[in-house]
């Protein structure tokens, strides 16, 4: 952008709903941390078109909008996101004009109020580098990606002294994409199938997973996403919306060796019966967490005991093998995993009283696998 002289530059706001909704988005990625300039938005218009930028230094997300404004000038510009988004909100509906009192400052005018705020150094905002070698490229439903992301981010960890912990990895595998998050209690992997993608296995850090699902989960069911892995990026491309993101370095564990492979009895359950029964136990046990789960007769029965109190509850299974069962697991860690599930039935696998439980849909073509570890006690 060239050198504003006062009053030279002036911006039209054509789309108030538009514009508000895009700085409302990219706000909310701006960080606020000590580094200043990451707290800002980057606004640049166009012949009428208008591009917002904001992260935090690991992830960024651009928005586009098509005759959003008018200027004669094109412009580029970084301000404070929380303080252009808040002033926003509060204008009156009428016409709103930006106008570059200098390089420096920025007047808002709306009718009678106007409001003047200080500019950042756009030259120090970080450039998004995009056009780094890729190593993969793929096309994907929008729906399956962040719905494959919401399931497995639930068994990452928010504590960042576990590396592994803290990420997702995404792994092709023949011809379905892998998603696996584990905390080193429990294991999830999401599955999509007849997804073509060249070779890579990477990891995005959890901060990355919740960025796309909130960016991308409202696109609709028909909306595909372009997704381009290079060595040290990921790049998710949607409707108007452009998310890029370092990927994490570091080792993942071995998945394949976290699954049980062997079966001493094999249960069939109702979903939300499961979860219905899981959910008032755990109103008792919240201190404790784990209970007793004890497959015996066509039932399996939870059990959990504290030092106020007692719960017991049945649901019915199918059961295959050793006929009586009993091992402690922790319940929220089985409430998060039911929910990431949408199957109306479950088959709980168990390989004996400590060792982990594999949870599946019971169909041969499992898209979710969950892995819970058994509480020694």
């Known amino acids: 952008m060239t050198k504003i002289h006062e009053g030279e530059v002036q911006i039209e706001v054509k789309d108030r709903e538009k514009f508000t909704s895009m700085l409302s988005n990219i706000a909310m ?64 509906k009428r016409e709103v004009i930006f106008l570059f009192v200098s390089e420096k400052m920025l007047r808002i005018k709306a009718g009678k109020p106007n409001f003047e705020l200080t500019l950042m ?56 994409l892998r998603f696996s998050a584990t905390d080193r209690h429990r294991l999830f992997c999401s599955y999509i199938r007849d997804v073509k993608a060249s070779p890579f296995r990477e990891t995005l850090s959890v901060v990355t997973c919740r960025e796309i699902i909130r960016c991308f989960e409202k696109v609709g069911n028909d909306v595909s996403l372009k997704v381009t892995i290079s060595k040290s990026l990921i790049s998710v491309m949607g409707p108007g919306i452009l998310l890029t993101s370092k990927i994490k370095e570091g080792e993942f564990p071995p998945v394949e060796q976290l699954i049980p492979r062997t079966f001493i009895t094999e249960t069939i359950s109702d979903r939300e019966a499961l979860y219905a029964a899981l959910m008032r136990s755990s109103v008792l046990i919240q201190s404790k967490k ?37 091992i402690v697991l922790d319940v929220f860690f089985m409430i998060d995993v039911l929910k990431a599930f949408n199957s109306d039935k479950l088959m709980l696998s168990f390989s004996g009283p400590q060792s982990p439980v594999k949870i599946t849909e019971p169909t041969q073509e499992n898209s979710k696998v969950a892995v819970v570890n058994a509480v020694r006690q």
Do not use: R, W
Not at 46 to 70: E, P, Q, R, S
């Open 29 to 92: 990625i701006c960080s606020d941390s000590t580094n200043v300039i990451l707290s800002g938005i980057k606004i640049e218009t166009k012949k009428g078109n208008v591009l917002m930028t904001g992260g935090d230094g690991i992830v960024f997300t651009c928005v586009a909008g098509k005759d959003v404004v008018y200027s004669e000038t094109n412009t580029e510009f970084v301000i404070s996101a929380k303080l252009i988004s808040d002033v926003f909100k509060k204008l009156p």
């Open 290 to 326: 784990v209970a007793t789960f004890i497959v015996k007769d066509g039932e399996m029965t939870v059990v959990g005991k504290t030092d106020i109190g007692q719960t017991k509850e049945s649901v019915i299974c199918d059961s295959d093998g050793q006929v009586n069962m009993q």
């Open 121 to 176: 150094d756009h030259s120090e905002y970080p450039v998004i580098n995009i056009q780094e070698k890729s190593v993969s490229k793929f096309e994907i439903a929008a729906h399956e990606f962040v719905g494959a992301l919401k399931s497995t981010v639930s068994s990452a960890s928010n504590d960042d002294t576990l590396l592994s912990g803290v990420n997702v990895e995404m792994l092709p595998i023949e011809n379905s």
